[in-house]
């Protein structure tokens, strides 16, 4: 039986945006981010990571850094009760200086590469999952694997929402934040 999710973008919806973070100390994780994703576990959905890093493409770290950022991340939030099911990202960066990085990919969001690789390890219903992110491209992705998006105005998520009104895209829901977003989820689900 496919099982739903909720996808969650990582910087500026679930820790600050630092900018390009190499390691885990410059990870600072918004407090309610835990309740947040206890609540989706307790619900039933998967909670899964879907992140563009291009710093790795640019540079700015290597896998190995953002391999051990999401190994503790992921550490922090089991301390917590709230495990990810799953964290993908994408590395790459069109004019990256190093060529294994250097492609118009199809794992960058908005596009879906990322969600199908998903779907297809933890068998989800992509239609009937949701996407939680601050950014254009995050609404952009959820609508493309017809999930419902939720854009929360945590770290772009203003300039995110002036950038879909200036293209005409209204998000299913604008919250003010992660835990906001998940409980209009919540309250959508108990209809």
Not at 1 to 29: H, W
Request: glycine residues 8%; aromatic residues 10%; contains cysteine.
């Amino acid at each position: 039986m496919k099982r739903r999710a909720v996808f969650l973008d990582r910087d500026g919806t679930i820790n600050e945006d630092v900018g390009y973070p190499y390691s885990f100390e410059q990870i600072k994780i918004f407090p309610y981010s835990f309740e947040a994703v206890r609540k989706i576990k307790r619900a039933g959905f998967l909670a899964v990571i879907i992140t563009n890093q291009s710093g790795i493409g640019r540079g700015f770290l290597t896998e190995e850094n953002l391999e051990d950022i999401h190994q503790k991340l992921q550490g922090a939030f089991a301390s917590q009760a709230a495990p990810f099911d799953g964290i993908y990202y994408c590395p790459h960066y069109e004019q990256s200086l190093l060529p294994q990085y250097r492609k118009n990919c199809t794992c960058r969001k908005p596009e879906i590469g990322l969600a199908l690789q998903a779907a297809q390890e933890l068998s989800l219903d992509l239609k009937n999952s949701y996407m939680i992110g601050d950014k254009t491209e995050d609404v952009l992705f959820g609508r493309n694997i017809q999930a419902t998006s939720i854009l929360v105005l945590t770290g772009f998520g203003e300039q995110s929402l002036q950038e879909l009104r200036r293209i005409g895209i209204k998000p299913p829901h604008t919250a003010q934040n992660l835990l906001q977003a998940v409980n209009w989820m919540l309250k959508k689900e108990h209809k």
